[in-house]
């Protein structure tokens, strides 16, 4: 991994608009930093082929491969400016 990825990897962890986003990129730090993928696992409370799944879009896409994507389930009832209060 070079210096820049590992840059940006500890800034989309920091400072991602999602949890989620930071946790994926989290998980690849440690993976990096020698971490196996059932600790990653453990560690974050997901199933090892999630940890999986992370370092395959990671390698394929790189922090975009760590987005947020859309996710299942019933729409909000307030609008955006709503929900910002």
């Known amino acids: 991994m070079t210096v820049a990825e590992l840059t ?3 800034n989309h962890s920091r ?3 999602h949890h989620r986003e930071r946790r994926r990129a ?3 730090l440690g993976h ?3 971490q196996s993928l059932p600790q990653l696992a453990t560690l974050f409370a997901v199933r090892y082929a999630t940890v999986h799944d992370w370092l395959t ?3 394929g896409q790189g922090l ?3 987005a947020e994507g859309a996710r ?3 729409p909000p ?3 955006t400016a709503a929900q910002k209060k």
């Open 32 to 34: 990096h930093r020698g």
């Open 77 to 79: 009832k307030l609008d």
């Open 15 to 17: 400072h991602a608009a």
């Open 26 to 28: 989290l998980a690849i």
């Open 72 to 74: 299942a389930g019933r």
């Open 57 to 59: 879009r990671w390698q």
């Open 64 to 66: 975009a491969g760590l």
């Open 8 to 10: 940006a990897l500890e």
